[in-house]
């Protein structure tokens, strides 16, 4: 049974004739963008977002109507995957990269719906690494600076060779800061250091989280 993708159809419920979509990344919200790449087959009318290249490219490959952030004065309903889930429903995400595009559209839409199977539930935050989105000017020293806040971090790299670039032209750094008690000042500390762009942190967002099980229930948190 392929628990993301039943979870990410069930999240088109959500979804009605005439709304601004954003478009999650990840392996999760690629199901739930070519089950509404069905429905805009079959005439709903929509109008989409898209938080990363790769979603970009799939959603104009299946006709999805994309706007572009400026042409658009909200979005309605947000899609999207993650990597942790606590029980107050702070997450982390960007194992995909797509962290700050991802955290920009959740915080510009009224509703933002998650979609996760259930190895994503946690108690604490923090066993997956953070990623945090650096620019590439003054690396060595950025990323001393957010190790001086209790982790180890490493250069996330695309290859052997090459350093992982992401949509915006940034490096990620994946943090390992073990049991993560405070992400809020965790979230704060780290985006007050010059050359952090943003963290995987997404707290305080008050998301509709629809959890996919292998028996094939799904579950709601709010
Ligand atoms: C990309 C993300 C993804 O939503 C997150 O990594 C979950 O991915 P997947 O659905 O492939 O497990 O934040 O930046």
Redesign the pocket.
């Known amino acids: 049974m392929n628990v993301?993708k039943i979870v990410a159809e069930s999240a088109v419920k959500y979804i009605q004739d005439g709304m601004v979509v954003g478009l999650?990344?990840?392996?999760?919200?690629?199901w739930f963008i070519k089950k509404l790449g069905q429905m805009v087959e079959d005439g709903l009318e929509i109008k989409a977002v898209a938080?990363?290249v790769e979603s970009e490219v799939l959603a104009k490959e299946l006709e999805i109507p994309i706007v572009n952030f400026e042409e658009i004065d909200q979005i309605d309903v947000t899609v999207?995957?993650?990597?942790e889930v606590d029980p107050g429903l702070n997450l982390i995400?960007?194992?995909?990269?797509?962290?700050l595009r991802?955290k920009i559209v959740a915080n510009a839409c009224q509703q933002l719906i998650i979609?996760?199977?259930e190895t994503?539930k946690v108690k604490h935050l923090g066993t997956f690494p953070l990623?945090v989105e650096v620019v590439p000017f003054a690396l060595s020293l950025t990323k001393k600076k957010v190790e001086e806040l209790g982790c180890k971090s490493e250069i996330r790299m695309s290859d052997e060779n090459h350093r992982y670039r992401t949509d915006n032209g940034n490096f990620i750094l994946d943090c390992e800061f073990g049991n993560i008690s405070h992400p809020q000042e965790l979230h704060q500390q780290l985006n007050m250091i010059p050359g952090v762009v943003d963290n995987?942190l997404f707290i305080n967002l008050a998301p509709r989280v629809l959890v996919g099980y292998k028996n094939g229930n799904i579950e709601t948190l709010k």
Not at 24 to 30: E, I, K, Y
């Open positions: 993301k999650g990344s990840g392996t999760t919200a690629h938080t990363s999207d995957g993650a990597d995400k960007g194992g995909g990269g797509a962290l991802e979609i996760v199977d994503k990623p995987g």
